[in-house]
T-cell receptor
């Protein structure tokens, strides 16, 4: 089975540009999570969806960040406009409702904003 | 604020030695999980221990949970160079959907 797929793997952009990160969860998983990882703040949950509906976006840092999940197999995290402090590794994870809440992580997108 | 805090922040050992990492958390939990992250990769789930369990084994991994002290430990026995990675504990906050990760322990196993 394919795991969680993220694209691009690396993104370098200039301050003020729009950035879109993409995620394809594992087929059959009904929860999707977006995380951000930095040395200073560790791994932070930004937002999560259940059955394509955003459930908790309290971790989204500010209005420049938005996330969508138009269907069960695709989600995007958009930053507009981007700032240097947004530089981080962004992870998408998914899981299936059931007995455990174990999450499966994608390989991450390393974002650098110059 | 972080729910889980790992200790130590970094650990350096020789192959064949055992590695012990600790995690403390703040609120009641349903379960506690440990994940591994190799450099430049995503996190990989290692083991889950439920709040009514005290110890669990999986291969060379042994996890303990003390809910009275709100702490857990991960023991890796007979470590290998391939165990070099960062290890994170993750807890829920009494709910079930969100996981809160600690800052991690960086383990280096030298051949």
């Amino acid at each position: 089975d394919a795991g969680v797929i993220q694209s691009p793997r690396h993104e370098v952009t200039e301050m003020g540009q729009e950035v879109t990160l993409r995620c394809k969860p594992i087929s059959g998983h009904d929860y999707l999570f977006w995380y951000r990882q930095t040395m200073m703040r560790g791994l932070e949950l930004l937002i999560y969806f259940n059955n394509n509906v955003p459930i908790d976006d309290s971790g989204m840092p500010e209005d420049r960040f938005s996330a969508k999940m138009p269907n069960a197999s695709f989600s995007t995290l958009k930053i507009q406009p981007s700032e240097p402090r947004d530089s981080a590794v962004y992870f998408c994870a998914s899981r299936k409702s059931g007995l455990t809440n174990e999450q499966f992580f994608g390989p991450g997108t390393r974002l650098t904003v110059l | 604020s972080q729910q889980g805090e790992e200790d130590p922040q970094a650990l350096s050992i020789q192959e064949g030695e055992n590695a012990t990492m600790n995690c403390s958390y703040k609120t009641s939990i349903n379960n506690l999980q440990w994940y591994r992250q190799n450099s430049g990769r995503g996190l990989v789930h290692l083991i889950l221990i439920r709040s009514n369990e005290r110890e669990k084994h999986s291969g060379r991994l042994r996890v303990t949970l003390d809910t009275s002290k709100k702490s857990s430990s991960l023991l890796i026995t007979a470590s290998r160079a391939a165990d070099t990675a960062s290890y994170f504990c993750a807890t829920d906050d009494g709910g079930y959907n969100k996981l809160i990760f600690g800052a991690g322990t960086r383990l280096a196993v030298h051949p």
